[in-house]
Each structure stands twice: as C-alpha cells, then as structure tokens.
C-alpha cells in the first residue's frame, strides 16, 4: 500500500513568516512529486512540481525533495492570509500514473 | 475558459438511483483522471484513460462504477445504485503526455454527490 503522510495541522503562522509544510511516502520508487493548494469547497489547484533531488523555487514558494529520505517540502515565504488553505502533497509511484494524495495540512496565515 | 470543466457541480440524489457525471478535459490534454474526495482526506484515485483507453482502475471502483472516455475526448463516471457512502466530491483531471512521468494534473471544479 502505497502511502504519503502529512501533518493534519492546523499549522498556524504570522503574516509575513515562512511556513514548512512536509510530506513523507512510501514507494522508493516514486518519481514525481506535487504540491496541491486547496481552499475550503473547492478544487486542488496546482503550485508546484518537483522530480529532482534539491530545491525548486517559484516565486514565493520552495519544494525541496530528498528521494534518499523520501521527504519532501514545501516553503512559503512572506506568508499572506490569502496563503490560508489546506496544501496537499501528492505523489506518484513508479510505473503508474495515478497520484496517491496525503490527507493534506491546513495552513493558517494570522494577520 | 480553457480548464477543465465538470457537470453537474452539485448532485443530490437518493440511495439506489443512479447517476452519471461528465468531465471535459483541457482541449489538447491526452490523459484523464477521475478522483473521488470525502472530508478530511486527500483524493483517491479512481481510473485513468490515456486517449479512449482506460489503462488503469483502482480497486475502490466497485462494480457500481463505470466510466468511458469513447472519443478520446470528455469522459462520463457512472454510478449505478448510489449509497449513501458515495457521497463524495468527485473530481476529474487531466493531464498532456510529457517525458517520461513529468505530465502535470490539472483539476477541474468537481461535482458534489450528496446520496440521501
């Protein structure tokens, strides 16, 4: 069974702070790696995308996958409320094309 | 708007009737998915067509669940004498065949089923 693990949260952070948002998996196998922005009653939307060990920066935010650890993060830097949401990690095994999702971390943004 | 579109986005029915879903996928995308999401959890894969083929299907589809993709093009989900623990927002993805395992999913709105 292949599995990814996430804090449940709530992770609560002041406006302006970096929050760290970690996932954990399985499959040694794995090959690709998502983060999932969700707000409440609404779709997963895409923030980033990472397959290579090492740090990936897009704008505000920063994944860093360690396929030795089978770790992977997500930074967001100068967190905004609007930041608040649930952030879902999802993964995909090798040979498949399906994403196994963790059950995601809320994140809370305090002004 | 050129995401991925889903119809209807809210569904309530009661237990044993059937219903049936319909996904779009963005134009040029090869590759659909359908998730189902309850509260509080991550998605759960369901099935996954490359063009008109359904290449793979999770054991969570139970014989109730039925989906096709016959052009290559939009996709229904079918479940056929609704329960009430299928209710569940359900959510459609695509994606365009990329190198390797690097083709990105993209979710549309979803439809919330409510059985009562």
């Known amino acids: 069974q292949k599995e990814v693990e996430q804090n449940s949260g709530p992770l609560s952070v002041p406006e302006g702070a970096i929050a760290s948002l970690n996932c954990t998996y399985s499959?040694?196998?794995?090959?690709?790696f998502f983060w999932y922005r969700q707000y409440s009653g609404k779709s997963p939307e895409l923030i980033m995308s990472?397959?290579?060990?090492g740090d990936k920066e897009d704008g505000r935010f920063t994944a860093q996958l360690n396929k030795a650890s089978q770790y992977v993060s997500l930074l967001i830097r100068d967190s905004q409320p609007s930041d608040s949401a649930t952030y879902l990690c999802?993964?995909?095994?090798?040979?498949?094309?399906?994403?196994?999702f963790g059950k995601g971390t809320k994140l809370s943004v305090i002004p | 708007d050129t995401g991925v579109s889903q119809d209807p986005r809210h569904k309530i029915t009661k237990r044993g009737q059937n219903v049936t879903f319909r996904c779009d996928p963005i134009?040029?995308?090869?590759?659909l998915y359908w998730y189902r999401q309850t509260l509080g959890q991550g998605p759960e894969f369901l099935t996954y067509f490359q063009n008109e083929a359904q290449l793979e299907k999770s054991r969570l589809l139970s014989d109730r669940f039925s989906a096709e993709r016959p052009k290559g093009s939009f996709s229904t989900l079918e479940i056929q004498r609704t329960e009430q623990g299928d209710s569940a927002m359900y959510l459609c993805?695509?994606?365009?065949?990329?190198?390797?395992?690097?083709?990105?999913?993209?979710f549309g709105p979803g439809t919330r089923l409510t059985v009562l």
């Open positions: 499959d040694r196998g794995s090959q690709s």
């Open positions: 993805a695509s994606s365009l065949a990329g190198l390797g395992f690097t083709d990105t999913q993209y």
């Open positions: 134009s040029e995308h090869n590759r």
């Open positions: 999802a993964v995909r095994g090798a040979g498949s094309y399906q994403l196994t």
């Open positions: 990472i397959y290579s060990n």
